[in-house]
């Protein structure tokens, strides 16, 4: 049989006998915890809102920023064609300028070989004319030539020295120019070729 007093107290899983007012802590603590879920559950659409808001934001900059990227490629793709063309154009078309000068040359030799009985006079009075046109359509063109005097000091980047000779000049100095050189926009086309002075 059992025991009637068993019965009489409310058991616990530790044994003791429970606590008088636990059952109410425990409701009191259920209470608080339905107001804390209450005010996450209303604040919830304020906050779900604020990052929608937030998210459509930043989408609209990503894609204006994706749009200026595009633009900006664009432009660099045909800044590089456009660059490519006068590349090429300058290729093809970058003597034309120089050629053009050189056809009054060509003009006086021809008209001069069309002479059947021309005096040498005559022929060394046209040569001397066609090689001032010559000297003049170079020049227009930036062709310079390199005739150092005598006496002038050796410069080895525009003069290239065939030979050494005796002199009254001082050491390492042009005697002589045995052949002009030329310069092309103060950059060197050809050196001119001399003799230089022997050291004494």
């Given amino acids: 049989m059992t025991d009637p007093t068993s019965s009489s107290q409310p058991s616990n899983p530790s044994g003791q006998p429970a606590a008088p007012g636990s059952a109410t802590s425990a409701q009191s603590s259920f209470q608080s915890t339905d107001a804390m879920m209450a005010a996450m559950a209303a604040a919830e ?3 779900l809102a604020k990052v929608q808001a937030e998210l459509a934001t ?3 900059k990503s894609a204006d920023l994706a749009d200026q990227y595009l633009r900006a490629k664009a ?3 045909n800044a590089r064609r456009r660059a490519e063309e006068e590349i090429s154009k ?3 078309f970058g003597v034309e300028s120089f ?3 050189l056809l009054p040359v060509a003009d006086s030799l021809e008209a001069g070989l069309v002479i059947k009985d021309a005096t040498p ?3 060394r009075e046209g040569a001397q004319a066609t090689l001032r046109q010559l000297l003049a359509a170079l020049e227009r063109n930036k062709v310079l030539a390199i005739a150092p005097a005598p006496g002038s000091k050796f410069d080895p980047h ?3 020295a065939i ?3 005796p002199s009254d000049l001082d050491a390492n100095t042009v005697v002589s120019v045995l052949q002009k050189g030329y310069l092309i926009a103060d950059r060197v086309l050809r050196p001119a070729l001399v003799t230089v002075s022997a050291p004494k």
Avoid: F, T
Wanted: proline residues 4%.
């Fill in 90 to 92: 300058a290729r093809k």
């Fill in 163 to 165: 030979s050494v000779v």
């Fill in 45 to 47: 659409p304020d906050a």
């Fill in 58 to 60: 930043l989408q609209a």
């Fill in 158 to 160: 525009q003069h290239q």
């Fill in 121 to 123: 006079e005559q022929i």
């Fill in 99 to 101: 050629a053009e000068s």
């Fill in 75 to 77: 432009d660099a793709e």
